[in-house]
């Protein structure tokens, strides 16, 4: 009956959710200590960078097929846990050096790396939700 099979079709989706999320935790566990990040499992912390990790997972097959020429991989970035806002916020200061003004949107761009791009995509993208 249509009402059984909308019942398999619920519990395939809820399996293929939690193998999904306990791939991503197994990735995230992998990529944290291949970085050693300063993060304990488990805590809000972890749990943000964790979510953050699976979000900018979802962006690299949608690059990948945009830019088939080019690799994106979140495993080869320390940075892959962060958010845009929180990569700027922390990284982007130590990478211009004090002293040099303020540098123009098209720079920033020019020297965006895939795991940037994955990080601005998804900021933009959730503005357009908003």
């Not at 690059?63 to 990569?87: C, G, M, V, Y």
């Not at 790396?113 to 993208?125: I, Q, S, W």
């Amino acid at each position: 009956s249509t009402g059984s099979f909308h019942h398999r079709m619920v519990s395939m989706l809820a399996l293929l959710t939690i193998l999904t999320l306990q791939t991503v935790a197994a990735d995230f566990n992998t990529y944290a200590s291949q970085w050693e990040l300063p993060l304990m499992e488990g805590t809000p912390e972890w749990i943000a960078a964790e979510a953050t990790y699976a979000a900018n997972s979802l962006v690299v097959p949608e690059l990948q097929a945009r830019h088939p020429d080019a690799t994106f991989s979140l495993e080869q970035s320390p940075f892959s846990h962060l958010t845009w806002a929180q990569f700027a916020e922390t990284r982007l200061p130590q990478m211009g050096g004090a002293g040099h003004g303020a540098v123009s949107y098209t720079h920033l761009r020019a020297h965006e790396t895939p795991e940037h791009l994955v990080c601005r995509l998804l900021l933009e993208k959730k503005k357009k939700k908003n």
